[in-house]
């Protein structure tokens, strides 16, 4: 075969290359009815996607927290009444019209997180919504967003069972792993592994995020900053005047965003990141090489799964 290629007009090998990455490239349409969180996931993914030679499209049907139950309810009061303010959250448009804009290839639901390890809060409305999707574009796949577990120094996790709530990362990742898996069990959906993959980081010796033990946070004088390496969350951050320091625990920083598109580049296309160089600022050569590995890793995992 080298021998042969050798011999190959130098126009002819080009043709074979440019046809190969061709026969690879997809469209994908894809819908997200979900959150602050799917917005995290995807905010690279257009990025990848075009270094990929992929061309999406992406339709939001996005509210800050929103559960399960708030969509469907939405989605209940537009079929009531078209005309109904409950109905039409989304910008003033209701799911049902979002949907009816294009012609999805997957469409995406998730539990908003501080729910997304109590099981029971999935049901009915997962069912609802998935029911509801297939109706309106029978030609879709609906698939669950697996969202992911707060940072460990958060000061509280999901609720497991009414008012209780996790008591660390890991206990927030496995219950709301469970309840992923539970209802995607019953409703035939396949999962973008998000949760699996930022567990796989932040629970790894040697990339995960560790607490800086150096630094005052009774006594914080701006504008200092704890050490934040390898996070995978906003974490501490001032505000605007420099008066007081926030801390967010919950929300996917740079790191946590390219994390999450590149699985969701992984789910989508069918093929590794790992050949990708896109890098959003701020994230090292070498800490954004081992994301696009534990990307890869878990989509693969998960298919096996």
């Known amino acids: 075969m080298k021998k042969l290629l050798r011999f190959l007009p130098v126009w002819l090998l080009l043709i074979l290359v440019l046809s190969s990455g061709v026969a690879h490239a997809r469209t994908v349409k894809l819908f997200l009815i979900g959150n602050s969180f799917s917005r995290n996931a995807t905010q690279y993914l257009p990025e990848l996607a075009k270094e990929g030679g992929h061309e999406l499209i992406i339709g939001r049907a996005e509210l800050g927290g929103c559960s399960l139950e708030r969509h469907w309810r939405h989605a209940a009061a537009a079929e ?8 039409n959250p989304y910008g003033k448009k209701s799911l049902k019209k979002l949907l009816g804009e294009n012609s999805w290839d997957i469409i995406t639901i998730q539990q908003a997180s501080t729910y997304s390890g109590e099981q029971d809060s999935y049901r009915p409305y997962a069912r609802n919504l998935t029911n509801y999707v297939k109706k309106l574009q029978p030609q879709a ?46 409703l035939g959906l396949r ?26 946070f009774k006594n914080p004088v701006a ?26 625990a919950n929300h996917a920083n740079a790191a946590g965003c390219y994390l999450g598109a590149l699985v969701w580049y ?20 070498e800490f954004a090489a081992h994301l696009r590995k534990v990307a890869w890793q878990t989509v693969q995992q998960a298919a096996q799964d």
């Not at 990742?173 to 019953?186: N, T």
């Open 80 to 87: 009531a009444n078209p005309e109904d303010p409950e109905g």
């Open 141 to 186: 796949e609906v698939v669950f967003h697996q969202t992911w577990a707060y940072r460990n120094d958060a000061n509280y996790f999901t609720r497991i069972n009414g008012d209780t709530r996790a008591k660390s990362q890991r206990e927030m990742w496995e219950h709301s792993r469970a309840a992923y898996h539970a209802l995607a069990k019953e």
């Open 191 to 216: 999962i973008i592994p998000n949760g699996d993959a930022f567990y796989a980081v932040n629970s790894d010796p040697q990339w995960g995020y560790q607490k800086d033990a150096n630094f005052d």
């Open 223 to 248: 504008p200092a900053l704890p050490d934040q390496s390898n996070s995978l969350h906003v974490g501490y951050r001032w505000n605007k005047e420099k008066t007081k320091l926030t801390f967010d």
């Open 266 to 285: 992984g789910f989508l296309f069918n093929e590794s990141p790992e050949k990708l160089t896109f890098v959003p600022p701020g994230i090292s050569p």
